[in-house]
């Protein structure tokens, strides 16, 4: 079993021990390597050890820990934000963080956070804070294999598989992301923003608020006007404007 360096970062030593103690007795295949508790300290103890992962509470003394990540000679590495002010989430989005947990720590959601910051190690599948600080290039770096795409909410960033994706909906203002195995994902992004990311090949806008994946379309219905119905059942209808395109775009599938 591989081993990953950590390090935990907060203004209090009990929010530390108790982190610390979680990680030890949960995760075995993460190993706590340097603490700090200033801007100054954090500095000194990420450059010198270069972890695998970040444990970051947002203020430390009265200073926002985004001001150490603009500092930091780091390029790779998995950030778990663990912290009690929920203002920040979006902000951190900004940052690459892999996962967002309030205090009090509940430990099944620190456990999964670790579990995603493992697998993408694994995978090799970093994000990197030399590539810029918005959901926008997070994406794109992200997008470039395809196999992935970031869904941001108000307060986590979710990767997710775009071959899970059925569709996606909006109701103009959100997007949210249908998958196969029946869960649910809202974005603060909306349709378009999407809809220029996800792979042409494969997915297709036939509404305005609707973008399918012919992966899971199973047939296109013409009465009372025109639908794709999906592998679930779900009818959803095809705007008239769009139905010239789509039958181009399903030619191209034959």
Known sequence: MNSYKAVIVDDEIN??????????????????????STTSGTISVINEIMPDILFLDIRLNGEEVFEVLDQIKIEKAQVIFVTSHDEYALK?????????????????????????????????NYFDFTTGSSINKIQKEISKNKEYIAVASMDKIELIKTNDIMYVSSDSKYATFHLINGKEYVSNKNLIFYENILDSAVFFRIHKSFIISIKYTSRIIKKDGSYCELVNGAFLPIAKRKQDQFNRFLKIKE
């Open 15 to 36: 929010n530390i021990l108790i982190l610390k103690h979680f990680i030890e007795r949960y995760c075995l295949n993460v190993e706590v390597v340097g603490e700090a």
């Open 92 to 124: 951190a989005i900004k940052y690459n963080a892999i996962d967002y947990i309030l205090k009090p720590i509940v430990i099944e959601e620190l456990i999964i956070s670790i579990n995603k910051a493992v697998k993408k190690i694994e995978q090799q």
